[in-house]
């Protein structure tokens, strides 16, 4: 089964509003990604998180990993329209070779 | 500013046809990826390389095929077309190095449709 599962996954919110998506997997990591994905194109790297760090920040994005409960994060604030797209997780297992797992991504809309 | 770049970024062929979906990176990464992504779902791994005459089969069983001759070159093949081909094909670049620190650079993407 895959090993990035997401949460929510579609959310709406108004503009201003804050966003968070919730990520879970299965085997041990070495780090968790996230990316950002518009209508039909390619992924673009948000940010990565190592197994032994709890908290990271990135403008506007905050990160978290429990790694206890296999569980990641992301909160957006203050979200724009321009914020609008999918958001997926992405792990890097320890037994995966550096080969990151996608999990099914969260699509989040943002209402101007 | 991505450097990774894809061609072509529509295609609709018939089946049959024989396709070769480029992908090129200018950062000089060892490793590269393709990945299939059907609308609104999650990605699959279905080619990798980590270096120059490298290639390996990804999680998601795929009758394309892939070669690396130029660390910089990592087109993906096609012989014969058929409508469950029809998807979007994402290529991606990382670093060697201890794990990955920077995550992957991807590109635009190739929407495949066979009709």
């Known amino acids: 089964s895959q090993q990035g599962e997401e949460d929510p996954q579609a959310l709406s919110i108004q503009e201003g509003e804050n966003a968070t998506m919730n990520c879970s997997y299965k085997?041990?990591?070495?780090?968790l990604q996230w990316y950002r994905q518009n209508s039909g194109r390619g992924l673009v790297h948000l940010i990565l998180?190592?197994?032994?760090?709890r908290e990271k920040h990135s403008g506007r994005l905050r990160v978290t990993l429990d790694t206890s409960k296999k569980s990641s994060s992301l909160l957006i604030t203050a979200s724009r329209a321009a914020d609008t797209a999918s958001y997926f997780c992405?792990?890097?297992?320890?037994?995966?070779?550096?080969?990151?797992?996608f999990g099914e991504g969260t699509q989040l809309t943002v209402n101007p | 500013e991505a450097d990774i770049y894809q061609t072509p970024r529509y295609l609709v062929i018939g089946t049959g046809k024989k396709i070769t979906l480029e992908c090129s990176q200018t950062?000089?990464?060892?490793?590269m990826y393709w990945y299939q992504q059907d609308p609104g779902m999650e990605l699959h791994l279905i080619h990798y390389?980590?270096?120059?005459?490298s290639t390996e089969k990804g999680d998601l069983s795929s009758e394309s095929t892939v070669s690396r001759i130029r660390t910089e070159h990592f087109p993906l093949t096609l012989e014969s077309a058929r409508p469950s081909h029809t998807s979007q094909y994402l290529c991606?670049?990382?670093?060697w190095g201890l794990g990955i620190r920077y995550g992957y650079t991807f590109g635009s993407g190739t929407r495949l449709t066979v009709v």
């Open positions: 992405a792990t890097d297992a320890e037994t995966s070779g550096s080969r990151l797992t």
């Open positions: 998180i190592r197994s032994n760090e």
């Open positions: 390389s980590y270096g120059v005459n």
């Open positions: 085997t041990s990591i070495n780090n």
């Open positions: 991606a670049s990382s670093e």
């Open positions: 950062m000089g990464h060892d490793k």
